[in-house]
T-cell receptor
């Protein structure tokens, strides 16, 4: 079955450490996105990529980095520069035509 | 920049009743797309309904329908015959044409009571 896989589901990180969240899709979608979800704030865009080897900053890109070396993969690295990284992270993708997003099941990141 | 506002942080409805969730947005674009997403306790985001701004007819998907008022920049979601499984967070979202960058509202937490 086609879909988006985010791993791991839960992730714990010590302060000062970088951590990478995985996102893989087999839907043949060109565009992929990373959103952060905090209570009461909805979803905020971190980074997005419309095509392989190209990506754009979203509204809250500071402290995050991404890569898009393959169409299927769009990993997100939360760096030590991110001051408040504890949140729920959603990866999603879309095909051409404004049909909306297909979402992964999310990764809950907790800094300990 | 486009903004999406959901003015109702929480709502509740009795099972089998009808409830309407509000959403307004701000844009200078003429062509765009609007969406409602449902996020149940599993936190999996599920597309509920989609509306194209150039279509005057309101979108409908089974028990879910929208009231799209383009001039007022309003996009409310009506859920008829509410079911316990409708309990979830509901997010309104805006997408410009030819730009898949989507903007979300803060969400409305809906509880369906037995």
């Amino acid at each position: 079955d086609g879909g988006i896989t985010q791993s791991p589901k839960y992730l714990f990180r010590k302060e000062g450490q970088n951590v990478t969240l995985s996102c893989e899709q087999n839907l043949n979608h060109d565009a992929m996105y990373w959103y952060r979800q905090d209570p009461g704030q909805g979803l905020r865009l971190i980074y997005y990529s419309q095509i392989v080897n190209d990506f754009q900053k979203g509204d809250i890109a500071e402290g995050y980095s991404v890569s898009r070396e393959k169409k299927e993969s769009f990993p997100l690295t939360v760096t030590s520069a991110q001051k408040n990284p504890t949140a729920f992270y959603l990866c999603d993708s879309s095909r051409q035509g404004n049909y909306g997003y297909t979402f992964g099941s999310g990764t809950r990141l907790t800094v300990v | 920049a486009q903004t999406v506002t959901q003015s109702q942080p929480e709502m509740s409805v009795q099972e089998a009743e009808t409830v309407t969730l509000s959403c307004t947005y701000d844009t200078s674009e003429n062509n765009y797309y609007l969406f409602w997403y449902k996020q149940p306790p599993s936190r999996q985001m599920i597309l509920v309904i989609r509306q194209e701004a150039y279509k005057q007819q309101n979108a409908t998907e089974n028990r879910f329908s929208v009231n799209f008022q383009k001039a007022a920049k309003s996009f409310s979601l009506k859920i008829s015959d509410s079911q316990l499984g409708d309990t979830a967070m509901y997010f309104c979202a805006f997408m410009r044409t030819n730009n898949n960058d989507m903007r979300f509202g803060a969400g409305t937490r809906l509880t369906v009571k037995p």
